[in-house]
């Protein structure tokens, strides 16, 4: 089974400041790593997503994020934020078999401030 | 159009009641999920169905069933609901597949309904 810990549940930063939004996960098995966002009042839309090659992907938005399999870390970053940003982020973990489901963890919720 | 929808987007109900929400697609995956959303808790499986002929339940699925009617609807029911059933829920939608075929895992997710029970 796998798990998800986001470490930090509210994250406040001023606009064009840069942001690193942390995701840990644990697992027995090799995952596949995702981000979404939710934006206030709507669904989940995919960010970005770690399937395999390089550790280091780039999403919507500006968004990118790291895999760092040692640390067991996928944590997303934005070199600067935009108003527009503000929104609940949620990592999400999945085994590499045929069958398996997301597991999210309990989300971020980053606000941008002028 | 969107290419998940739900009905109703928002439902306030009485304790007891039994109550229906509705999950449709138009995106052709086998796969449909059922979550709830409650704050600080971020997105917890209720059901879910890998084909029309496939049910299982998530990690809460206590007070909750579900109905495949078709490959693009998924109901969820509430036969009795209690306050603490008060939360935002959400369908989404992911192809079928073998590992081979990571973008399998990809979930798409519908606006979501917001269900009150008083």
């Known amino acids: 089974a796998q798990s998800v810990t986001q470490l930090d549940s509210q994250v406040p930063v001023f606009e064009e400041a840069p942001v690193e939004l942390r995701c840990n996960y644990s697992?027995?098995?090799?995952?596949?790593l995702f981000w979404y966002v939710q934006y206030p009042n709507q669904g989940l839309q995919l960010l970005l997503k770690?399937?395999?090659?390089?550790?280091l992907v780039k999403g919507i938005n500006g968004f990118e994020a790291e895999f760092n399999k040692s640390q067991t870390s996928f944590h997303l970053r934005k070199p600067s934020v935009h108003i527009s940003d503000t929104a609940e982020y949620f990592c999400?973990?999945?085994?590499?078999?045929?069958?398996?489901?997301?597991?999210f963890g309990k989300g971020t919720k980053l606000t941008v401030n002028p | 159009d969107a290419d998940v929808t739900q009905t109703p987007r928002n439902r306030i109900t009485k304790t007891g009641k039994r109550i229906m929400l509705e999950c449709s697609q138009t995106?052709?995956?086998?796969?449909m999920y059922w979550y709830r959303q409650d704050p600080g808790l971020g997105l917890r499986l209720i059901y879910y169905?890998?084909?029309?002929?496939?049910?299982n339940k998530g990690e809460i699925s206590d007070g909750y069933s579900v109905s495949r009617q078709a490959q693009a609807k998924f109901s969820l029911s509430l036969e009795s609901a209690i306050p603490n059933q008060t939360a935002l829920y959400f369908c989404?939608?992911?192809?079928?597949?073998?590992?081979?075929?990571?973008?399998?895992?990809?979930?798409?997710f519908g606006p979501g309904t917001r269900l009150t029970v008083t």
């Open positions: 989404a939608t992911s192809e079928a597949g073998t590992s081979g075929r990571p973008t399998l895992y990809e979930q798409y």
């Open positions: 697992s027995s098995v090799s995952v596949y």
């Open positions: 770690y399937l395999s090659g390089s550790t």
């Open positions: 999400a973990v999945s085994g590499r078999g045929g069958s398996e489901k997301l597991v």
């Open positions: 995106k052709g995956h086998d796969r």
């Open positions: 169905s890998f084909d029309v002929k496939d049910i």
